[in-house]
C-alpha cells in the first residue's frame, strides 16, 4: 500500500507541476503581416462586370412562389393543380378551395373554374390562357411558373 501511495502522489505531483508550467508559459507571438501594410483589398475592376442598376434589376425580381395578389394586380386562381393523369389521354385533376371543395378533371380546351381555358398538359404542367395572357403550371406549385402575353399586370412577361 505504501508503494502505491507514493506512485500516485508522484503521478498527482506530475500533473501539478504540468499545469503550472502550461498556465506560466507565455504564448506564441502573433506572426507579423508579411504582405504590405495596408491589408487585403477589393480589386479596382471588380465592380466593372456588374451594370449599374443591378440592385434596382434585383429588386423588381418576382420569386416562384411569392404572393403576388394585390402586388402586381395579378388575381388570384380560385383553383389549384391537384394531379395529371397521362393515360389513356392527359387528363388534368383540379381542385377548388375554400367550404365547398370540388374536384374536376379537365382535359384540354375545357373551362376551369376561374373562367380561363385549359390549353395544354405536357408532362407535370399544364398550360392555361386567360385572354391575351398564356399561364404555365406545375404540380405542387401555387403559382404560375412561366407567363407570356398580356397579363394583369398591363404588361407582356417574357418566359
Given at each position: 500500500?505504501?508503494?502505491?501511495?507514493?506512485?500516485?502522489?508522484?503521478?498527482?505531483?506530475?500533473?501539478?507541476?504540468?499545469?503550472?508550467?502550461?498556465?506560466?508559459?507565455?504564448?506564441?507571438?502573433?506572426?507579423?503581416?508579411?504582405?504590405?501594410?495596408?491589408?487585403w483589398a477589393l480589386p479596382a475592376n471588380a465592380l466593372e462586370r456588374l451594370p449599374a442598376d443591378a440592385l434596382t434589376q434585383a429588386g423588381q425580381l418576382r420569386w416562384l412562389g411569392q404572393d403576388t395578389a394585390g402586388g402586381d394586380g395579378q388575381q388570384r386562381q380560385?383553383?389549384?393543380?391537384?394531379?395529371?393523369?397521362?393515360?389513356?389521354?392527359?387528363?388534368?385533376?383540379?381542385?377548388?378551395?375554400?367550404?365547398?371543395?370540388?374536384?374536376?378533371?379537365?382535359?384540354?380546351?375545357?373551362?376551369?373554374?376561374?373562367?380561363?381555358?385549359?390549353?395544354?398538359?405536357?408532362?407535370?404542367?399544364?398550360?392555361?390562357?386567360?385572354?391575351?395572357?398564356?399561364?404555365?403550371?406545375?404540380?405542387?406549385?401555387?403559382?404560375?411558373?412561366?407567363?407570356?402575353?398580356?397579363?394583369?399586370?398591363?404588361?407582356?412577361?417574357?418566359?
Amino acid at each position: 500500500m505504501n508503494l502505491r501511495r507514493r506512485v500516485m502522489l508522484l503521478i498527482a505531483a506530475c500533473a501539478l507541476t504540468g499545469v503550472a508550467v502550461g498556465a506560466a508559459w507565455p504564448p506564441p507571438p502573433i506572426p507579423k503581416n508579411r504582405e504590405s501594410a495596408a491589408g487585403w483589398a477589393l480589386p479596382a475592376n471588380a465592380l466593372e462586370r456588374l451594370p449599374a442598376d443591378a440592385l434596382t434589376q434585383a429588386g423588381q425580381l418576382r420569386w416562384l412562389g411569392q404572393d403576388t395578389a394585390g402586388g402586381d394586380g395579378q388575381q388570384r386562381q380560385d383553383w389549384r393543380l391537384a394531379g395529371i393523369a397521362q393515360t389513356p389521354q392527359p387528363v388534368a385533376l383540379v381542385m377548388t378551395p375554400g367550404k365547398n371543395k370540388q374536384n374536376f378533371r379537365l382535359e384540354p380546351g375545357a373551362t376551369l373554374p376561374d373562367g380561363s381555358r385549359l390549353a395544354g398538359i405536357e408532362g407535370d404542367t399544364v398550360t392555361v390562357e386567360r385572354g391575351a395572357c398564356t399561364l404555365v403550371y406545375q404540380l405542387h406549385r401555387s403559382q404560375p411558373i412561366r407567363s407570356t402575353g398580356q397579363c394583369s399586370s398591363g404588361t407582356p412577361d417574357t418566359e
